[in-house]
C-alpha cells in the first residue's frame, strides 16, 4: 500500500489528511510534509489518521517529532482518529497523554482554534 498526503486549511488551521500505510519506508515522506508545513507559517496542524491502514513505530516518531516542532512554534498538532487498531498504538505507548486526539477534523481545528 502506498501513502497519499493531501493538504488542506480550515479556518488557518493546516489539516494533513493521511491515506495508507505510515511505516519505515513512507514515514520520511510524512515527515517532509509535516516540515514543510511547520515551515511555511503554519503554528497549528490537524493530521487526520482516519484513512490509515497501518502506522508502526518509525510513524509515531515522526508525528512525535512533529509535534515537538509545532509546540517549539507556539503552536500543536492535533489528531483525528477514531479507529480502534490505530488508536491502540497511541494507548500502548502513553501518547494519548501527549496528543489531542479528536474524532472529526471539525473537533480538531475547533481545538485548535479555541483560546488557550
Not at 36 to 63: I, N, P, Q, W
Not at 79 to 90: D, G, M, P, S
Request: net charge negative.
Amino acid at each position: 500500500m502506498d501513502l497519499r498526503l493531501d493538504v488542506t486549511e480550515r479556518d488557518g488551521v493546516a489539516v494533513l489528511a493521511v491515506h495508507g500505510e505510515v511505516d519505515v519506508s513512507t514515514a520520511p515522506r510524512l515527515r517532509q510534509q509535516l516540515v514543510e508545513l511547520a515551515s511555511s507559517g503554519h503554528d497549528r496542524a490537524v493530521v487526520d489518521l482516519e484513512k490509515v491502514d497501518f502506522l508502526d513505530s518509525t510513524g509515531l516518531g515522526v508525528l512525535v517529532s512533529g509535534l515537538k516542532r509545532f509546540r517549539t512554534l507556539g503552536g500543536d498538532l492535533l489528531l483525528v482518529c477514531t479507529q480502534q487498531r490505530i488508536l491502540k498504538v497511541f494507548e500502548i505507548t502513553g501518547l494519548t497523554r501527549v496528543f489531542g486526539i479528536h474524532d472529526s477534523v471539525d473537533a480538531a481545528v475547533a481545538a485548535a482554534t479555541a483560546p488557550k
